[in-house]
């Protein structure tokens, strides 16, 4: 990456505190380019109606944008249509349509879910939820010692009995990186299905439906320099005809009356009410921003920073690091002796430099961890080594401070 990607992205040339900012949260959401930005400012300068119903030049200009966007969707994640493309708020909302529509019309008593300790909140209680209303069993993939999943471990947990495996392809805490393609073809023999959180991997990796044959895969497009308030869920178009909608209105329907009524064909169906135009508008672009540099690009320099940033935190005597030392994903998270993570957070954020501390809404891998709570610095494609090295002094400092 060079200087002039980090110059596309206005706010990171701000000063925090009297410092130049270096901003290490972007797995909590990205920073937005200006193509995104004008995208938006266009788009609602010239383009903004409503869409699939206006007969006016507006109308058709906004469907346009949006139909569009679609397309540039399922371009990018390789699906076989844009039938399979969803627009959701985001990775919450994908998951949850998942969970109460498609698992409880399958699942029955004793069914099992198959899921791992490292699941984000959003990947772990719409599935409890439905665990309840249905009868149906949650199991557990046991993690290694560094966090990470491993096949033969899978296997010992999904059974005839398994109806979903649902995991992340990367883990928001660790920076794991699941084998969740190999865990799919092993889904599929027992006659399973896989539901893969993208949330951690589309931002920062090819990724390729045809190739991993998951059966539901999620994202959220302001982790990937998209606008917040957009998602996708995609599914394997067979999967979502048999799955009714979650939410009924208007644009959603072919055919009202006074007792029943039909729906439209995919993807429309679940997309009741006015969709999310200007949202959807944003995340093409956003594509179109990360094409233009290219996915292998992306993620050949987060490893290089993640790899840098990992080495030079092993310098910091009592900062305790977690998860694997080998990174493909731009993610560390750690711990600095006795101070709470916040209080590193805090003190990093007087020297410029944002990281996020907390649990990270994975409370049971927090626990598994035997930590409250983590310190993480997540990097992207706007940050450089020299945002590493403000890190590392930063936290001296915030050693010697704490004392």
């Known amino acids: 990456m060079n200087s002039a990607i980090r110059e596309q992205f206005p706010i990171l040339k701000q000063e925090i505190n009297g410092h130049p900012l270096v901003y290490l949260d972007s797995a909590a959401t990205s920073q937005k380019p200006l193509a995104v930005i004008e995208a938006l400012r266009h788009y609602y300068e010239y383009d903004n109606a409503n869409v699939h119903r206006g007969v006016h030049t507006l109308g058709s200009r906004a469907t346009d944008a949006y139909e569009g966007a ?15 493309i969803v627009f959701t708020r985001g990775t919450t909302t994908s998951l949850n349509m998942v969970a109460s529509s498609y698992a409880r019309s399958i699942l029955s008593e004793g069914d099992e879910i198959v899921l791992t300790p490292m699941e984000h909140h959003s990947n772990l209680i719409p599935w409890q939820q439905a665990a309840k209303a249905t009868g149906a069993v949650l199991k557990y993939v046991k993690l290694q010692e560094d966090g990470s999943v491993t096949l033969s471990e899978v296997e010992k947990v999904i059974t005839d009995k398994t109806k979903i495996v649902a995991m992340a392809y990367v883990s928001n805490v660790m920076g794991v ?10 889904a599929h023999r027992h006659g399973a299905i896989m539901v893969v959180d993208g949330a951690q991997s589309s931002p920062h990796m090819k990724v390729d439906m045809q190739d991993l044959d998951c059966d539901f895969y999620t994202l959220s497009g302001h982790k990937m320099c998209g606008p917040t308030g957009i998602g996708v869920l995609y599914g394997k178009q067979a999967l979502l005809e048999e799955m009714e909608p979650v939410e009924f209105g208007g644009e959603m329907i072919d055919d009202v009356g006074l007792y029943e009524s039909t729906w439209k064909e995919l993807p429309w169906k679940f997309e009741g009410g006015t969709p999310i135009i200007a949202g959807a508008v944003g995340l093409g672009a956003a594509i179109d921003f990360l094409e233009s540099i290219g996915m292998d690009a992306i993620e050949a320099h987060e490893h290089e920073l993640a790899s840098y940033a990992v080495s030079r935190l092993s310098e910091i005597d009592g900062l305790k690091l977690y998860g694997p030392r080998e990174r493909k994903v731009g993610l560390v998270t750690f711990n600095l002796g006795d101070v709470h993570p916040h209080d590193v957070a805090t003190v990093l954020d007087a020297s410029g430099v944002a990281i996020r501390a907390g649990h990270h809404c994975c409370q049971p891998l927090m626990r598994w961890l035997e930590a409250s709570a983590t310190a993480r610095a997540s990097f992207y494609l706007y940050n450089t080594k020299e945002d590493v090295d403000r890190l590392i002094s930063a936290l001296i400092q915030t050693k010697e401070y704490f004392g």
């Open 177 to 186: 990186v699941n084998p969740v393609k190999e865990i799919a073809a092993l």
């Open 70 to 84: 679609r397309e540039k969707v399922a371009k990018f994640i390789h699906a076989k249509s844009t039938k399979e």
